[in-house]
């Protein structure tokens, strides 16, 4: 089991990113399992954001997240996307994705490597 994320970079205030998570070893469609969303700031504890729900759209884990972020999916690139919008500086952080298991209460077991996001003021 692999996750890629990217798409992070340097964006100003008011601005928007879309990060990809491109998960290889399973399969998403099977709804086993769901892609969720992560972030960690300097000196913060790792938040979670939001994940796919594999019955559509997704599920919130921050209110942060609500109303500024959208999960994604293409099975036929067995890909979730975090579309953000509205970002602002405490949005800069590095940015993980991490296979949840349903069957498990959405607990992650596999985590990819983070993509840097930051937000200028």
């Known amino acids: 089991v692999q996750l890629q994320a990217s798409g992070g970079g340097l964006v100003q205030a008011g601005g928007s990113l879309r990060l990809s998570c491109v998960a290889s070893g399973f399969t998403l469609d099977l709804k086993y399992y769901a892609i969720g969303w992560f972030r960690q700031a300097p000196g913060k504890e790792r938040e979670g954001l939001a994940c796919n729900n594999p019955m559509g759209g997704q599920i919130y884990h921050s209110d942060s997240a609500k109303g500024r972020f959208t999960v994604s999916r293409d099975n036929t690139k067995n890909t979730v996307f975090l579309q953000m919008n509205s970002l602002t500086s405490e949005d800069t952080a590095v940015h993980y994705c991490?296979?949840?298991?349903?069957?498990?209460?959405?607990?992650?077991?596999?985590w990819g490597k983070g993509t840097q996001v930051t937000v200028s003021s």
């Open positions: 991490a296979r949840l298991r349903i069957s498990d209460v959405y607990g992650p077991d596999y």
